[in-house]
């Protein structure tokens, strides 16, 4: 329930990740704790239209922190054209600690 998307006219964010307590309205609110974007490339920069997007969103938020930028396979840390600093993790990695959080997370709930 801490995982959202975003979009507004002219871009889209894939995953943003708001901290449990900060509810309002039904929904979450405030700055995200991280951003992930699912490029599927390992080359931000063929992806101009994301990278727009993600800038977009960081201004209008001023998100600071680096944004999560999902590859094929490519690891390490990057500058886009727009300023951005990009951490790019491999899909299958990112996912696996995904679950990994979650189910850890239902072992200490039973």
Not at 64 to 93: D, H, N, W, Y
């Amino acid at each position: 329930e801490q995982l959202r998307y975003a979009r507004w006219t002219g871009g889209e964010v894939d995953c943003l990740f708001f901290p449990g307590n900060r509810k309002r309205n039904g929904g979450l609110s405030g700055k995200p704790l991280w951003i992930a974007s699912f490029a599927w490339t390992d080359e931000p920069e063929s992806r101009p239209d994301c990278l727009s997007a993600l800038g977009e969103y960081c201004a209008m938020h001023n998100y600071k922190g680096p944004v999560i930028f999902l590859t094929k396979s490519k690891s390490g840390r990057t500058q886009s054209p727009e300023g951005l600093t990009l951490e790019m993790i491999p899909a299958a990695l990112f996912c696996y600690g995904i679950s990994s959080s979650l189910f850890a997370g239902q072992e200490k709930e039973d």
